[in-house]
């Protein structure tokens, strides 16, 4: 294991220098650092302590090695010629910390040692996963972090410190309930509150404008009230290395949290109004923005944080004894979406506002600072905010983006003299209707570089997202595709595979995923064959007893465990699984000796509050698996479960289980995805359309080993051209069309024939996503699935060369693209 004795040796004291308890690395040191957290951190002797105190003794012990290395570089790290990447995201989804954290820090032998025999894993299980983000946005944001910490890039993320995360989910009567997710009800470890550099941050009112001491002309914001951001830090850790990046999210506060004369008044209500309001910017993560309350605050929660995170930078800048017009060289400012594009119109008001630079020379420097990675094909999903509401909100911002948009456009108007379609299209502010400002043209106009995040992905921007940008300048565009960090989605959660691979071809792939290539040579070798299969069923073992313990149904492990756990949306499709789960019900009850292969349907994931279609889909899943899980005509042939409450801690006992990976979105509709790359990382085999990385994944794995079916983008579009009729597929389709019918028959509803009709009804006479014209493609295609799978050694075979060929998908081939060819940023060699 060689990279784990050479960081052992690194990070080893001289022999004259015992090891100290706050940073010691052998089991010796680490259990009476435990024990000296546990007395006087946590406050508990060890004859009374709980498994929770022991959970924060630890935590206590690991932070105390993080902080070590991040004050240990905090001089080199902040050097006038250090140019750092600030990545600027409305989400961090990083899951829990502590067994993360000791696997970078290569310890957790010695802490299970250091434990003499407890159980290092119930600790590890008892943290509460930090509820930033909602799916793959949060996540790659926090994989990335993962990436620039092991490769040493100098980087900060910043985000919101949401008190209520996405929300928890149950189920009730198969039906979503939202929960509130009290995710720093116990405290967090792992963040360290930084009062000092609070920053305030202004909302509403208006401008005025003036005229200064040298003459010029001024505007000065005033507005109805302020905010503070108050930041707290959490240092990530690099694998096998004393290099640290931080995540600083930002918390609301009143400027006066309490108001005496309105107490002595009798007016208590109003007294503390004021901590009410402000503390509501960062309460909730997404609030419902149906209502225009909703989408003021959405609007207040992302101009707070990117002010915060702005200003906090310019303070960098100047503490190092810098100026602001070298602002653009000392940080790379990265737009993970539109949520935080405003920083673009933010860094131009405190550049020609507050530190009086002409706009020529602000507007360069704002340009040379943003680059813009875009992560939906969806243009309804691309953010605009009404006129007025932005106006009220944020005044001189709206002031600021009509003068970017008037010079901007003249540029325009000169290259295409009478084009006024072109200027109305790249114009910032859609004035078709009701005026809205564009976030996203605006994320375009102020960046020097745009991205999309997978190669079919990136052309989709160029052709059919931003045509237009794309013409005044294609050198603009790049490509790079996601990554996911393999230290946790398979050295912390598949501990077993881990270790098998690591005893074929070492232990330094963790930190060089192309090394997986090795395993290729194993493919085809019976007794590795016979291991690799070993360690699936006890993993599916381990998920079985979570499917029994959290929702009383019991599959079989031996049984093909497919999997979807992704966010419900339509255009993922769930339901086009539904629909092949059904024909499956329909061929078993008509042929009761029908031999099929057993499968488990796992599915798992959140819909958004307000999106009813979506909440109706887990509806019908839960459906389903109550009607098929009890019919004992069925056999156990199949089960059908919805895992509540998907999250990253439940994904790390999911992804090492899955025999298949369904990635089945309409081509076209998914910018990259992740949860693919994870699950074949994890050896799962693809069910997919040629979708997002979906294309990538198979040119590297191997079109034989890879379950293809359905329209292709090219095809799709086509066929909505030329006059799509869903309802001639199911017309010529008697399977389907039974399908369809047995759900409008009630018997998933309890003889409610109503309950599901806008599912089938909008599939029959719309269908956005082309579920009909998939359908048969799609059930012929997992036809082959059964038939692949009762070949157990080719199974296994297809399962090691996906693993074997996943290396391009490691956020740290992604984050080293970037530095190179987006941020022009160089690592930095760690204090030794």
């Not at 208006?206 to 010029?216: I, L, N, R, V």
């Not at 859609?430 to 400002?437: A, F, L, N």
Request: charged fraction near 25%; hydrophobic fraction near 40%; include cysteine.
């Amino acid at each position: 294991m060689a990279s784990k004795t050479s960081d052992q040796k690194k990070t080893a004291p001289a022999p004259d220098m015992p090891e100290h308890t706050r940073t010691g690395m052998s089991p010796e040191i680490l259990k009476a650092a435990f024990a000296d957290n546990l007395n006087f951190a946590v406050g508990r002797p060890a004859e009374i302590a709980t498994p929770e105190d022991w959970y924060q003794a630890i935590a206590f012990s690991v932070r105390d090695r993080i902080m070590h290395r991040w004050v240990r570089q905090f001089e080199k790290r902040n050097a006038p010629d250090v140019r750092q990447v600030a990545y600027l995201s409305a989400e961090f989804l990083p899951g829990p910390h502590l067994g993360n954290s000791l696997l970078n820090l290569g310890i957790t032998d010695n802490a299970r040692k250091a434990l003499a025999g407890q159980d290092l894993d119930l600790y590890i299980g008892l943290e509460e996963e930090p509820g930033l983000g909602n799916g793959g946005l949060g996540r790659l944001a926090a994989c990335y972090l993962d990436s620039l910490a092991t490769l040493c890039y100098p980087a900060t993320g910043y985000g919101i410190r949401y008190e209520f995360g996405i929300f928890d989910q149950s189920i009730k009567d198969g039906w979503q309930v939202e929960v509130t997710d009290k995710w720093l009800l116990p405290g967090n470890i792992w963040e360290i509150k930084r009062p000092n550099f609070a920053q305030v941050v202004k909302i509403g009112g208006h401008t005025e404008t003036y005229t200064d001491e040298h003459g010029a002309f001024r505007v000065r914001w005033i507005p109805d009230r302020v905010v503070v951001g108050v930041p707290y830090d959490t240092p990530i850790v690099g694998y096998l290395s004393d290099s640290c990046v931080l995540l600083r999210l930002w918390s609301a506060e009143a400027a006066q949290s309490f108001d005496f004369a309105d107490f002595n008044r009798g007016d208590y209500y109003g007294a503390v109004e004021e901590k009410v309001f402000s503390e509501n910017i960062s309460k909730v993560l997404y609030p419902n923005d149906e209502q225009l309350e909703g989408k003021r605050l959405r609007l207040e929660q992302q101009y707070f944080f990117v002010a915060c995170s702005i200003k906090d930078m310019i303070r960098l800048c100047l503490r190092r004894g810098s100026t602001l017009e070298r602002f653009h060289e000392m940080f790379c400012v990265q737009l993970n979406d539109t949520h935080p594009a405003i920083a673009v119109a933010e860094l131009m008001r405190q550049l020609v506002d507050k530190y009086a630079m002409p706009w020529e020379r602000a507007w360069d420097i704002t340009r040379r600072t943003f680059s813009y990675t875009n992560h939906t094909l969806m243009p309804e999903a691309l953010e605009k905010w009404p006129l007025p509401l932005f106006g009220s909100v944020l005044p001189r911002h709206l002031e600021i983006i009509y003068e970017i948009n008037r010079r901007f456009l003249d540029e325009v108007r000169t290259r295409f003299p009478g084009d006024e379609g072109k200027i109305a299209r790249l114009s910032i502010i859609d004035e078709s209707g009701e005026k809205y400002v564009r976030m996203a043209n605006l994320a375009m106009v102020g960046s020097h570089t745009v991205n999309g995040v997978a190669a079919l992905h990136s052309e989709l921007v160029k052709t059919q997202l931003f045509p237009d940008f794309h013409d005044l300048d294609p050198k603009r565009f790049q490509n790079v595709t996601n990554g996911v960090t393999p230290r946790r989605f398979l050295g912390l959660s598949n501990p077993g595979l881990t270790r098998l691979i690591d005893g074929r071809i070492g232990d330094s792939w963790l930190s060089n995923l192309d090394r997986l290539r090795e395993l290729e040579a194993f493919a085809g070798d019976v007794g590795f064959q016979q291991d690799w299969m070993r360690v699936k069923l006890e993993n599916k073992t381990r998920l079985a007893r979570i499917i029994r313990d959290r929702t009383g149904v019991v599959v079989d492990p031996s049984s093909l465990f497919d999997i979807q756990v992704k966010r419900i949306h339509e255009y993922k499709r769930q339901h086009l699984n539904v629909l092949h789960i059904i024909t499956l019900y329909q061929r078993i009850k008509h042929d009761p000796r029908l031999q099929i292969t057993p499968r488990t349907f796992l599915f798992g994931g959140k819909a958004a509050p307000g999106y009813f279609m979506a909440k109706l889909i887990i509806k019908l899943i839960n459906s389903v698996a109550e009607t098929v899980n009890q019919d004992p005509a069925v056999r156990d042939l199949i089960k059908v479960v919805f895992l509540p409450d998907y999250n990253v801690k439940h994904a790390q006992n999911i992804y090492p289980a899955a025999d298949l990976s369904e990635q089945i979105s309409t081509a076209g509709k998914e910018a990259s995805g992740t949860g693919n790359m994870k699950l074949s990382l994890n050896g799962a085999l693809t069910i997919g359309t040629l979708d997002g990385a979906n294309v990538e994944i198979r040119e590297e794995v191997g079109a034989e080993n890879f379950f293809l079916f359905g329209l292709t983008c090219e095809q799709a579009a086509r066929l909505r051209a030329g006059g799509y009729n869903p309802g001639d597929y199911c017309h010529g389709d008697p399977e389907l069309r039974g399908v369809i019918e047995l759900i409008d028959s009630g018997l998933f509803s309890h003889g409610d024939r109503d309950l599901f009709r806008p599912i089938t009804a909008h599939l029959l006479e719309r269908d956005d996503y082309l579920l009909m014209a998939d359908y048969r493609p799609y059930v012929n295609c997992q036809q082959e699935v059964d038939h692949a799978y009762r070949d157990r050694h080719h199974w296994t075979r297809m399962s090691i060369l996906n693993v074997a060929r996943m290396g391009k998908f490691s956020s740290d081939r992604a984050v080293r693209e970037y530095a190179d060819n987006i941020w022009k940023l160089k690592p930095f060699a760690p204090e030794a």
